[in-house]
């Protein structure tokens, strides 16, 4: 059975760091695109990165682009979201979810992605 499990989230103040994880398993990840989401309250789900597990390409949304950086490790299964300069406006609920036979040029759309992990807090707060 599919399943993804986010780590990594908490507490940080503006300017600091965080890394995500998303820990896959129950399926052949190299045939899946893996993409980053968050949903703060209020608002709708943000796609804010994705991943090609088989070829490693990438996109990225603009809210988020030279601050946050994804990478995988087929080894451990684990996609990987780290986090850079964050501010109180990245404070939301993170999700990983993963895409059939999906590819990152086309975009992190997120009705491109139908198995999605339960999500990991991040609050950015002084």
């Known amino acids: 059975q599919l399943q993804l499990v986010e780590s990594g989230g908490g507490l940080v103040q503006p300017g600091g760091s965080l890394r995500l994880s998303c820990a896959a398993s129950g399926f052949t990840l190299d045939y899946y695109a893996i993409g980053w989401f968050r949903q703060a309250p209020g608002k709708e789900r943000e796609g804010l990165s994705c991943i090609t597990i088989s070829d490693g390409s990438t996109n990225y949304a603009d809210s988020v682009k030279g601050r946050f950086i994804i990478a995988r490790d087929r080894a451990k299964r684990t996609v990987y979201l780290r986090m850079t300069s964050l501010e109180p406006e990245d404070t939301a609920i993170y999700y990983c979810?993963?895409?059939?036979?999906?590819?990152?040029?086309?975009?992190?759309?997120?009705?491109?992605?139908?198995?999605w992990g339960r999500g990991a807090q991040v609050t950015v707060t002084s």
């Open positions: 979810a993963a895409s059939w036979q999906g590819t990152a040029r086309r975009g992190c759309w997120t009705s491109d992605f139908n198995s």
